[in-house]
């Protein structure tokens, strides 16, 4: 392949033609000065001139003048006209006082919006806070077929719900309550109420009747069901990234209800055991397993299943079908019943009621020790009395024998101890009474002979069950079922697991 070498003519010819094409674009370029563009809403050309006389001094500034100023000559803008119609300011909530009308510093404002507190105020993310939520308290409640458990659930709910001006909360506070899925034949009730001041979610379990034929199926399924509570915990503890808002489901307490008429036919053939002996005329006798008024194979099988993992507080239910003596006998037996079974609901709390016993029994030693020193004293001076001028006044007297007390006083003071020791009474089990589901607006049972109110002292304990469980004990449950009850299962399921990994 040749290469040909250009020819000057060539060169100069291009030269040519693009000074021809440069001088078209110089000539096609108009020769007026340029302008700027006129706007489309007819508004005057900007002023782009500083001078002093347009511009607001700091007098006017404060004297309120600089608005009508900036008024006059209107910002020219390349958007279209707004409307002329003022939008107006929304009322200042609370009454019309603004919290921060006086404040001069943005920094004051904290997490409120950093526009004005008037506009603010309405319809601003940053006002619409979540609600913190309800602190969790979850009662287990089981028992024996018609003992009145289910009865009792529901007027736990009635006397704990919240009162109806209470119930009313404004739309930015409105939240559904949570619904807690039933765990087989544990169905919860959910209802929101405050003890104390305090926000309370609390979840009442119902559950099946006991039978003593399947109470083995049973607790296998209450165990379960409330180590799967534990379970959730663990599972949760073990994630690397935890989910907030994670709620407490331990079961912190557990009403056992106890039946009365089951507990007098306990006594009953307990009774007729300890009569008969082993055996009857040759043959065995098939005395049932009764520890005082409680079955072995059923009541105080449920106590020891749940001990280790909740706690348990028994009351006896239908306090309004027996008398007030007969109450106090079941109570006196039921307690007796569970420390000849080494069972105590209430060591786990730290509670003791030895101490209140001797205390009020040291006090009435001490009144009785004062009664005799007063006696004495007035014997000595009723003796002073009728010797005035005996030449023994101004010796040192013997000591003075101990006073033989009469016998009206001794039949009196035996009566008082006996009294005393009726009137202690154990503080569990409690006595309660649930209201007549026929006549739901009633609460309380009414009678030919008179009316049974759960609210009277002298009737039930469901006021001092409310108060000391759901009030006085609520956060030592809570405390109790995380820090004892939780590690506890939580140390034996880690144990099991690495015995499993070894073998």
């Known amino acids: 392949m040749l290469l040909r070498r250009s020819k000057s003519s060539d060169l100069k010819r ?16 108009s020769k007026s000065p340029p302008r700027l563009p006129v706007l489309y809403n007819g508004a005057p050309a900007p002023q782009l001139g500083l001078s002093s006389d347009n511009r607001p001094d700091s007098l006017a500034i404060l004297s309120g003048r600089a608005e009508q100023m900036t008024a006059a000559t209107p910002r020219p803008s390349m958007e279209p006209p707004r409307s002329a119609i003022s939008v107006p300011v929304p009322p200042i909530p609370n009454g019309g006082f603004d919290p921060y009308a006086s404040t001069h510093s943005m920094a004051h404002r904290g997490r409120y919006s950093y526009a004005s507190s008037a506009i603010s105020t309405i319809n601003s993310p940053r006002r619409v806070r979540r609600r913190k939520d309800p602190t969790p308290f979850n009662i287990l409640i089981i028992g024996t077929a018609n003992s009145g458990k289910t009865s009792f659930l529901e007027f736990l709910k009635t006397a704990l719900a919240l009162p109806a001006k209470k119930r009313v909360k404004s739309t930015i506070e409105h939240e559904e309550p949570p619904r807690v899925p039933p765990s087989g034949n544990f169905i919860p009730h959910y209802l929101e109420t405050e003890i104390d001041g ?7 379990w119902d559950s099946e009747g006991l039978e003593k034929n399947v109470v083995d199926l049973q607790l296998r399924e209450m165990s379960s069901f409330l180590e799967s509570k534990f379970e959730e915990t663990f599972n949760e503890e073990m994630k690397v990234v935890r989910s907030p808002g994670v709620q407490d489901t331990h079961i912190h307490a557990v009403f056992l209800v ?22 009857n005329r040759g043959k065995h006798y098939p005395h049932a397993r009764i520890l005082g008024g409680l079955d072995e194979d059923l009541d105080l099988q449920v106590l020891r299943t749940l001990q280790g993992k909740t706690t348990v507080i028994p009351v006896i239910s239908k306090a309004d079908t027996i008398t007030t003596k007969h109450m106090n006998m079941l109570k006196r037996t039921v307690a007796e019943s569970l420390k000849k079974a080494n069972l105590d609901p209430l060591e786990a709390l730290g509670l003791d009621d030895d101490d209140e016993s001797n205390s009020d029994h040291s006090k009435i030693v001490e009144e009785d020790e004062e009664d005799q020193d ?5 014997s000595d001076g009723e003796a002073g009395e009728e010797n005035p001028g005996s030449p023994t006044q101004g010796k040192e007297e013997p000591a003075p024998k101990p006073k033989r007390l009469s016998g009206g006083s001794m039949r009196r003071r035996k009566a008082e101890e006996e009294s005393l020791e009726e009137d202690e009474m154990p503080f569990l089990p409690l006595s309660i009474l649930s209201p007549d589901i026929y006549e739901p607006d009633v609460i309380g049972r009414q009678f030919p002979w008179g009316f049974a109110d759960p609210y009277n002292e002298e009737h039930c304990d469901f006021v001092r069950l409310k108060d000391t469980v759901f009030s006085e004990w609520r956060g030592e449950l809570r405390e109790l079922s995380r820090e004892q009850w939780y590690e506890g299962w939580r140390t034996s399921r880690l144990k099991q697991h690495g015995v499993k990994g070894r073998r």
């Open 198 to 204: 305090e926000r309370i979610g609390l979840t009442l």
């Open 258 to 279: 106890l039946d009365p008429s089951r507990l007098d036919r306990n006594l009953a053939a307990a009774r007729a055991a300890a009569a008969s002996g082993p055996h």
């Open 14 to 29: 291009q030269q040519a033609a693009k000074e021809l094409e440069l001088q078209r674009q110089r000539d096609a370029v």
């Open 374 to 378: 007063q006696a004495s004293e007035h």
